[in-house]
């Protein structure tokens, strides 16, 4: 309504009863809140330190949507005070938090659909042990009535004996006919299994390589639509956004290609002799931005000319998704080595990193077919463990081997080899 006093007011006392209570989240609620009205007011300078208040609490709990929240009006308050700098760097921390966010509730929405594909598959469960349980009642009414007619009718033994080897047929049969229809559930389960961990699959690879830089896009031309970006910055990313745009391309068309020879049933190979160093420079190009935002430095001079013969798209997968989870894992400031090494009759291709590391039990986990334990990057980054999965199927494939050697807060090193050509 306009009332910014009374609303002031009001934000206050909840202030002092939020502190009073020890309610964190209600805390940086009201300063945010207060630090809205006080950059509508025209303080600003109160305005920025309100937020930033509330943007440190709400840290210091972990409350991502308040952190978003918070960093967007920061974004918008050091702009308004002509404060560039600091005005991107809040920018840059509400489209991380927003992106983890977004990642959070992709999760949910997969656990729903699992638990529905469980839920399914009990029911079914359910309705065989009904028929079982029918078929053994009838089994079981039907000897007794064998067994009575036995009783009455002795004079007729050889009748008797008849029926009874007729009743053993039916039982044969019907047990029979229960193994059958067992192993065709059991087959059916097999197979939506499989069907569901390429929908993982699937899943992963558009989070590696497709969410990124389409938040990234979307979050600039909210901006431009909040009227928060003018037009000379705008023209100023032009040449950023055509890089990213034809990065999308060339990552949809792999994607589109790997998707459609799973959905098939069939991972045709197209085998090629591949030069190394063309191949690291294409996939660094198109992490570039991430690791800038980190300040992190990809070196990349002892990747040689070591010939090799593989998929070219496959490769492209596997080199994204190492490359993209070092990147995740490695510090602010941190560093990331990709190089090649002949062994024998193979080349052998290492991405390591000074990041965080893998403990051994989570490594195993990792490496196993069904991974299901969440990790969480240096700034809040999700992932599923999946990405790795789909290296390791994809390297075989090419007749080559995956190997990880980590170790907890010093960093990993991801090995993988390919035939030399």
């Known amino acids: 309504m306009g009332n910014y006093a009374e609303a002031l007011n009001i934000y206050q006392k909840a202030l002092a009863l939020t502190t009073e209570g020890g ?21 600003v300078e109160k305005s920025i330190m309100s937020l930033n208040e509330g943007l440190r609490i709400a840290m210091s709990i972990g409350n991502k949507l308040r952190i978003s929240e918070a960093s967007k009006h920061l974004a918008e308050a050091y702009k308004t005070n002509g404060d560039f700098k600091n005005a991107n760097k809040a920018l840059e921390t509400f489209i991380i938090y927003k992106d983890s966010l977004f990642i959070e509730q992709s999760a949910k929405k997969a656990e729903e659909i699992q638990f529905n594909f469980l839920l399914d598959k009990k029911q079914k469960e359910i309705a065989l042990l009904e028929k079982d349980n029918k078929l053994r ?28 080897f007729r009743s053993q047929q ?51 031309m909210n ?40 959905m098939t049933g ?35 001079s002892q990747v040689k000319h070591l010939p090799v013969y593989g998929d070219k798209d496959d490769l492209d997968i596997v080199l994204r998704n190492l490359l993209s989870n070092a990147i995740k894992f490695t510090r602010v400031g941190g560093e990331i080595n990709l190089s090649t090494v002949q062994a024998g009759n193979t080349v052998q291709v290492n991405v390591e990193d000074n990041g965080v590391g893998i403990d051994e039990d989570t490594l195993l986990q990792l490496l196993s077919n069904n991974p299901n334990k969440a990790s969480f990057g240096t700034q809040g980054e999700k992932g599923t463990g999946i990405g790795l999965l789909i290296c390791k199927e994809l390297i075989e494939k090419n007749g080559g081997t995956l190997t990880v050697k980590s170790e907890k807060g010093k960093g990993s090193v991801f090995t993988f080899t390919l035939p030399s050509a």
């Open 23 to 43: 309610d964190m989240e209600g805390i940086a609620i009201c300063n945010i809140g207060m630090g809205l009205i006080e950059m509508k007011t025209g303080k």
């Open 137 to 164: 009642e009838n089994e079981t009414e039907k000897q007794r009535l064998i067994s009575w007619g036995l009783l009455i009718v002795l004079a007729f033994v050889l009748i008797g004996l008849y029926l009874l």
């Open 170 to 220: 039916k039982e044969k049969q019907a047990k029979q006919l229960i193994i059958e229809q067992k192993g065709e559930i059991e087959k059916q389960a097999q197979k939506l299994e499989e069907l569901n961990l390429l929908k993982d699959k699937t899943f992963s690879v558009l989070s590696h390589d497709l969410r990124s830089p389409v938040s990234s896009l979307i979050g600039v």
């Open 223 to 262: 901006l431009l639509d909040e009227k928060m970006l003018s037009h000379d910055e705008f023209k100023a990313l032009q040449e950023s956004f055509g890089n990213q745009l034809r990065s999308l391309g060339y990552v949809l068309d792999n994607l589109l290609y790997w998707s459609k020879s799973h």
């Open 266 to 300: 069939e991972h045709v190979l197209n085998k090629v002799k591949l030069d190394l160093p063309e191949l690291a420079k294409q996939n660094l190009n198109l992490l570039r931005e991430p690791a800038s935002q980190k300040n992190i430095v990809i070196n990349s």
